[in-house]
């Protein structure tokens, strides 16, 4: 009769608990996180301003820093210089056949006032030979000096090129020189200061986008067959008290092969071994957190 007191009590006990307790069933469980970015120095030198803090919220193209861009800048001038130089030393092919055509037209008339007076028998026809001879080799002497032209302005065509993608290497270098934020989002980290050396692929700081988090959670293999890519979902963020907020969601990305269940992770079916991570997409309302646990339903 005792045990059977005991027993009422401990069930009593059990069910004014499970009353009290207002939190939501999930169907599975994870963290948030967001779209982080590593923004890491392009190039090598001092850093002249970082005008950042952790929390700070930037623009996608905001400038937040310099790194020192002067032995680019002169080195960009010297290029600018040697471009002048190759375009000073590329030859005027009218100018310089000038000369060739303007014998060329004279000896053409002069062939033919000889052809008429050879017609009158006022002259011979080794006169008229000799200026057929002229000609041809002013002609010939034209078609060399073109092909000679033609072929010193491929080449300073050719080296005006390579000297034109060497100062875009350098523009180019000095706009990395300009640190911007990649993404609308929030400092989640800042790795360097101003007066520091950075080198090519040295963090510099972390920024996040905040208005998107994405609640990484686990399901079974059972619960496969009721979800699908942009399903809506009902997350709730875990304050890990009795509040619970509710956000609508969208199923983004189920991943398409298996693991163990992480350690900090309950599954709706806390026997399986083996899950598949999904992410849903969350607007977040300035409350949400990276790293904060969460809960979701799958909406039947």
Not at 20 to 39: C, H, I, M, Q, W
Not at 46 to 70: H, Y
Not at 209 to 217: C, G, N, P, T
Request: charged share 20%; hydrophobic share 40%.
């Amino acid at each position: 009769m005792k045990l059977i007191r005991i027993t009422v009590f401990i069930a009593g006990l059990l069910l004014v608990f499970a009353c009290g307790n207002k939190s939501p069933r999930y169907d599975a469980t994870g963290t948030f996180e967001a779209t982080e970015v590593l923004v890491s120095s392009e190039v090598s030198g001092r850093i002249l301003r970082l005008g950042i803090e952790e929390g700070e919220v930037l623009k996608a193209g905001q400038k937040v820093g310099l790194i020192d861009t002067v032995q680019l800048y002169l080195k960009q001038l010297q290029l600018q210089a040697s471009m002048k130089s190759v375009e000073s030393q590329r030859p005027d092919l009218k100018k310089q056949i000038a000369a060739v055509q303007q014998q060329i037209v004279t000896a053409e008339r002069e062939k033919k006032r000889v052809e008429n007076l050879l017609k009158a028998g006022a002259a011979n026809q080794k006169q008229l030979d000799d200026w057929e001879a002229q000609i041809a080799l002013l002609t010939k002497q034209l078609a060399a000096q073109q092909s000679s032209l033609q072929h010193s302005t491929n080449s300073l065509t050719e080296q005006g090129s390579s000297v034109g993608i060497q100062v875009a290497q350098v523009a180019d270098q000095l706009a990395k020189c300009h640190l911007v934020s990649p993404i609308d989002g929030t400092v989640l980290a800042k790795y360097a200061e101003a007066g520091e050396l950075a080198s090519i692929g040295k963090p510099l700081f972390k920024v996040a986008d905040m208005q998107q988090l994405y609640l990484r959670a686990y399901i079974t293999s059972e619960q496969l067959a009721d979800v699908k890519l942009g399903q809506s979902v009902t997350v709730y963020a875990d304050y890990g008290t009795d509040r619970h907020t509710t956000y609508p969601g969208v199923l983004t990305w189920i991943s398409d092969r298996s693991e163990f269940t992480p350690k900090t992770i309950l599954t709706k079916d806390e026997r399986a071994n083996l899950v598949y991570a999904v992410k849903i997409a969350v607007e977040n309302d300035g409350l949400l957190k990276i790293g904060m646990y969460g809960g979701v339903t799958f909406n039947k």
